[in-house]
């Protein structure tokens, strides 16, 4: 026996020795497991959650934070500012976006993105709201399949946004005028839409702009569409009288454009997109006959045309033909005078159907053969006064049967319309006719004249005075005589002495003569500068 058994007591049975099967972990470890797993659900939640990641390039971060800034879609959150840092050429501000699941339209390449925040702008005030709420980033999904992460943000919010719907159209003018992004466009002075952009064309002689016009308003605008210029007070004073025209108050302030179709024009389909319109000044040179044949003919008047000038209407007998299209002043060699030539656009086809068909059926000697024929009958053109107020001229058309005949060349391009003068300038010919008749009578020398007699018979009552002096020694009867025939005499000499009423009404007559011949003189040469104050007054 070993010393160990010797030592252990011999009634105390051997350890039996049981190899351990499993470990049971105790409760306390159960808390930091369930948080565990709780952080692992919640870290995939979010990253299922998790949006697009995208970067929108800013020229300045006014107004963002990171954390804060929300990004909204019609002020629905869908995603929030989650830094921002400086572009590699410090020119730029990266602003890093992280949108919320179901935003991957905002991450193609169409999408938008701008900063909303309090502005001022012609065409109003926006963004008041973010006074209270803060800047935010607006929003504008896109419509295309191409994703994309980095992005150039708008300075300014569009226009137009993808929830509009609608045809945008191009327009073409000289200029820009009064209008700005934003500006109204009107139909029947309904704001239907609005201008979108506007550039210089290349060659710098012209403006393109384009209009989005809102459906159902956009089947309005037809191959027939007529556009011009609404914005501002249209005054004209022309030799059709006074024309004020004025468009809403929003088109006063901010300028506009309005459409329109001819009254008389035919029924058109609606306008494919994108259809190209010339805008016009105003309303009346949108609404003029197009693709009418112009017929151009000159004018050759020897009078003054101070009133005419280029646009003024041609009539004929109440109906507008065509209009003036220049004016100028030539030297004719063989008289050694200047003549004023006219050339103007005559739309022959405004004559009726009948004429019309005269014309398109006819050779050109039997179109020159019925003019001539016009010409022998009388036809002339005239100027007339249309607007007295203003002095402004027009060219009228008409038939004078007893003007003098014209040799004219059948030729000659373009055609020569013979004139005649006008009814104000031989009244103004009668006027100066006649004040140079008065200026040729000599009232100086009547006058002068009259002066000498009157000194002649005051000299022979004078020796008549001395005649009865003479025979005052005569009988007592011939001395009655004389005394009565002295004093007739001498009321005669009183009569004409040099203050009696006599002589002083003669030479207030010749005074008289005087100033009216000057008056007919001042008259003739007023109304040779003023024909028109004849109907209104001076």
């Known amino acids: 026996m070993t010393p160990e058994h010797h030592d252990r007591p011999s009634d105390i049975p051997d350890p039996i020795v049981v190899k351990a099967t499993g470990w049971a972990p105790s409760l306390v470890w159960a808390v930091p497991i369930l948080a565990a797993l709780i952080g692992l659900s919640l870290i995939v939640t979010m990253v299922l959650e998790r949006g697009p990641t995208i970067t929108i390039r800013f020229q300045t971060a006014e107004g963002l934070e990171a954390g804060k800034t929300k990004v909204k879609y019609k002020d629905v959150d869908i995603g929030e500012v989650k ?62 399949s191409e994703q994309r992460k980095d992005f150039i943000g708008l300075e300014v919010p569009p226009i137009v946004t993808t929830d509009l719907v609608g045809r945008q159209f191009t327009l073409h003018a000289n200029d820009g005028g009064s209008l700005d992004i934003a500006s109204p466009v009107y139909y029947r002075q309904v704001q239907v839409g609005q201008v979108v952009a506007f550039d210089l064309d290349q060659d710098g ?7 989005f ?82 017929e151009l003919a000159v004018l050759y008047f020897d009078q003054s045309v101070r009133g005419l000038s280029p646009g003024a209407p041609v009539d004929f007998r109440g109906l507008q033909l065509g209009e003036v299209k220049s004016i100028g002043v030539e030297f004719d060699p063989e008289t050694r005078e200047f003549r004023m030539p006219v050339t103007i656009d005559v739309y022959l086809d405004r004559l009726g159907e009948r004429y019309r068909e005269t014309i398109r059926t006819g050779e050109s000697a039997t179109r020159r053969s019925l003019f001539e024929a016009m010409v022998k009958r009388g036809l002339r053109a005239q100027l007339r006064t249309g607007n007295f107020l203003a002095g402004q001229l027009y060219v009228a058309l008409d038939f004078f049967p007893h003007a003098l005949p014209v040799l004219l060349d059948p030729n000659r391009t373009p055609r020569e319309v013979p004139t005649v003068v006008s ?36 000299s022979m009552l004078g020796n008549a005075e001395k005649l009865f002096r003479q025979v005052d020694e005569v009988t007592p009867e011939a001395k009655a005589a004389l005394a009565e025939a002295r004093k007739s005499f001498t009321a005669a000499q009183h009569t004409l002495s040099q203050d009696a009423p006599l002589v002083h009404d003669a030479r207030q007559a010749v005074q008289e003569l005087t100033r009216a011949s000057q008056s007919l003189r001042v008259l003739a040469d007023y109304l040779e500068r003023h024909p028109e104050s004849l109907l209104r007054g001076k």
């Open 205 to 211: 002689r012209g403006v393109t702009l384009k209009i």
């Open 213 to 294: 016009v809102q459906t159902p308003y956009d089947h309005f605008v037809t191959a027939e569409t007529r556009f011009w210029h609404a914005g501002g007070v249209d005054v004209r004073v022309d030799a059709n009288g006074v024309k004020v025209r004025t468009s809403s108050l929003a088109a006063l302030l901010l300028g506009g454009i309005a459409f329109d179709a001819p009254p008389d024009g035919p029924t058109m389909t609606p306008a494919e997109e994108g259809a190209a319109y010339v805008l016009a000044v105003d309303r009346e040179q949108a609404m003029k006959r197009q693709n009418e044949k112009a």
């Open 83 to 144: 830094a921002i840092t400086l572009s590699g050429d410090l020119e730029h501000v990266l602003v890093h976006l992280e949108l919320v699941k179901g935003t991957e339209r905002f991450a193609v390449s169409d999408a938008r993105f701008w900063i909303v925040k309090p502005r001022v702008a012609a065409s109003g005030v926006s963004g008041l709201g973010t006074l209270f709420s803060g800047v935010y980033i607006g929003s504008d999904p896109g419509q295309s």
């Open 423 to 458: 009814g104000i300038e031989d009244l103004q010919s009668q006027l100066t006719e006649i004040t140079q008749k008065l200026n040729k009578v000599p009232f100086d020398s009547i006058a002068a004249n009259l002066d000498k007699s009157l000194i002649g018979l005051k």
